[in-house]
């Protein structure tokens, strides 16, 4: 980067999300002792060593050791005659239970703490990257990026320098995270390589993130061994094809043996797959899965399948039926190792949708849930938008009614996220959106954790104890998921997105799309049907009591109306509201909770570093303007529909 005059000018400081060296500023200068042995082990004391701490055998103040009879990743903390013991069931759960120290803070030396013991809800919480090796001409180096480029690849090739993921490798294993994908779900050309002749890349990169407790994971191509095998098939009978699969899969874990496994896209969205052999979704997966079985790994098949070619015009085709009608039939079809992929609801990470009819249906099949951290139709990281709130509703919703379990419960296969973290100086682009990646892995751990909660712990360790920044980003965080649905698409209808980019209003932009993201609006009302009795049926993939309460207008919550039913302007909510005045009044305090993040933000001017005061005001500047561009577009847009004015009387300027 150069200046006016073509001077060198030094690129802006890499501002660290949490853990900065503040945040185990309460461990230096006490002792330690950390027992056992084993590459983990040593991470934890390079961490000591890093806190300052002083090592000792006997009278430490912590120890940290590999010794309980409990899980492999669980530890327990406790305290006596002035000592804090972290004993863990294995090396990971040593390496778990020291982060949890640093989060404890000077609390973890206070004489009254609590003896406790800690879990993962989950075994396998994971990341996927959507990173190119190239710049792809649309979809840049990360697909559905907010914050720069890659932070694995540059150049076509894996970076020199991965220092900075070394970094990012420490960051994960303080929540919690033990894997990740490496590269884009959608596998171009350039991509596709790296499971074969650049492998090696691969090994570096695995290698960065092994002293973490992290294993890492592929995006493969369906038809790699066509593109990358020389045959001219990929049929998942075909016996050269399963040859082919085995060979390449004991290349891999000859270079990698702790390699995780693979992530698949098949049969969507261009992707190639087994339905051009007139084989099913489980015929393709358990054709990769049977290469993986011998090395112990997983096979992620994604069930993001639907028709992106549908025809507009038929009120009958739904997209948001697509999953359910492909996978639902291949329950118990699936090999062990497979784990079926599931976005938490049928259309694309909208900011409102219910949650997947698919997850309690696959009762034989191990099912992972996976949620966007990358704010890809939340902002994209131009607005402050802190979404755990939403995710923890997602992991408590109980599909068989209040007395079953938990989605969280049902997903045995995990939890899967895509990343939002470039190499921007501030990681995520907008700094505050590193809440977000922090609180993905903290409700991945432990999906009963409270989204304020968590928000508190990031910010004492990305910014310290200081009372009213703390109470400052809680007012700006705290609910800005729900202001965020406040000036965008109402009551759970989705989309009015402008195509291609995902980002500022187009109500019509997919409305006569083949992409099947339609809100139906007419002179009379707005809404998809998707009842049974005279929609698209979707309403009946659902069990009891879920079904019934989507197909009646007397039971279908407020928020989710629009996804359900088609309804006029004058339909009246629970609040008393008409769903044209709830859109007119929601886009109208939307846009005005955006001003007060302003002011809220103002206020910490001087209590947060310059450089991330400028950002995150620039930034709010933007969500300012895009909010009110939401409220005018979308308020104008069912003011001319409807015909109907504002009862308030407010007047778009």
Excluded at 108 to 116: E, G, R
Excluded at 207 to 217: L, N, S
Excluded at 299 to 311: P, S
Excluded at 624 to 652: H, L, M, N
């Amino acid at each position: 980067m150069t200046g006016d005059a073509g001077t060198r000018v030094a690129p802006p400081a890499e501002h660290a999300m949490w853990l900065p060296d503040a945040a185990t500023a309460h461990l230096s200068g006490r002792s330690v002792a950390v027992r056992g042995a084993g590459a983990l082990l040593d991470t934890v004391r390079r961490e000591a060593q890093r806190a300052g701490m002083t090592f000792v055998d006997a009278g430490a103040q912590l120890v940290v050791e590999a010794s309980a009879a409990t899980g492999p990743e669980a530890f327990e903390i406790s305290r006596a005659d002035g000592t804090t013991r972290v004993r863990a069931g294995g090396e990971a759960g040593a390496l778990y239970g020291w982060f949890h120290i640093v989060r404890l803070g000077a609390a973890a030396f206070a004489d009254d703490l609590p003896t406790t013991t800690h879990e993962p809800q989950h075994a396998l919480r994971m990341l996927d990257h959507w990173d190119n090796l190239d710049v792809h001409p649309v979809m840049g180096q990360v697909e559905r990026g907010y914050a720069g480029g890659s932070i694995f690849f540059e150049g076509g090739r894996v970076r020199g320098d991965l220092s900075r993921v070394e970094r990012y490798a420490r960051l994960l294993a303080s929540i919690g995270v033990n894997r990740v994908g490496l590269n884009n779900v959608n596998v171009h050309r350039r991509e596709a390589r790296l499971l074969t002749d650049d492998i090696g890349e691969v090994v570096r990169l695995a290698e960065a993130y092994r002293p973490w407790g992290i294993r890492v994971h592929l995006s493969v191509s369906f038809a790699a061994p066509i593109t990358l095998g020389g045959l001219d098939t990929a049929d998942p009978f075909d016996a050269d094809v399963q040859r082919w699969w085995a060979d390449a899969v004991d290349r891999v874990y000859a270079a990698i043996p702790d390699f995780g496994g693979f992530v698949v896209k098949a049969d969507s969205e261009g992707q190639p797959g087994p339905f051009a052999y007139g084989r099913d979704h489980a015929d393709g997966a358990n054709l990769l899965a049977r290469a993986l079985a011998p090395h112990r790994g997983l096979l992620h098949w994604r069930a993001f399948v639907y028709n992106h070619q549908q025809d507009w015009r038929d009120r009958r085709t739904d997209r948001a039926r697509a999953a359910y009608d492909h996978f639902a039939p291949l329950d118990g079809r699936f090999d062990d190792n497979v784990i079926l992929q599931v976005k938490y609801g049928p259309m694309d990470f909208q900011p409102r949708e219910p949650v997947s009819p698919v997850i309690p249906a696959m009762r034989q099949t191990a099912v992972a849930l996976e949620l966007q951290v990358t704010q890809e139709y939340t902002g994209q990281q131009r607005h402050a938008v802190y979404l755990a709130p939403q995710w923890r509703e997602i992991l408590g919703f109980a599909p068989f009614g209040d007395d079953g379990p938990a989605l969280a419960d049902l997903v045995r296969g995990g939890i899967a996220a895509v990343s939002n973290v470039g190499d921007d100086p501030f990681w995520t682009g907008h700094p505050l959106a590193q809440a977000n990646l922090y609180a993905y892995g903290r409700l991945a751990w432990d999906a009963r954790l409270h989204p304020g909660a968590i928000l508190d712990e990031w910010i004492a360790l990305t910014f310290g104890h200081d009372q009213a920044l703390r109470r400052g980003i809680r007012s700006i965080l705290d609910d800005s998921w729900r202001t965020y649905e406040a000036y965008t698409a109402p009551l759970g209808v989705g989309f009015m997105v402008t195509p291609g980019s995902h980002y500022g209003p187009s109500v019509d932009g997919y409305e006569y799309s083949p992409w099947g993201t339609y809100h139906f609006a007419d002179r009379d009302g707005v809404g998809v049907d998707r009842t049974v009795a005279t929609g698209t049926g979707y309403a009946g993939q659902y069990p009891s009591p879920w079904r019934e309460r989507y197909e009646s207008l007397e039971t279908v919550p407020d928020e989710l109306l629009l996804f359900f039913h088609h309804v006029p302007y004058t339909h009246r909510l629970r609040s008393g509201a008409t769903v044209i005045q709830h859109i007119y009044d929601t886009h109208a305090d939307g846009a005005a909770a955006v001003d007060r993040m302003i002011a809220e933000w103002d206020l910490l001017d001087g209590r947060v570093p310059s450089d991330v005061f400028a950002r995150v005001r620039g930034l709010l500047a933007e969500q300012q303007r895009s909010a009110r561009e939401w409220r005018d577009q979308v308020c104008t847009y069912f003011w001319r529909k409807s015909g109907i004015p504002d009862a308030a009387g407010r007047v778009i300027p």
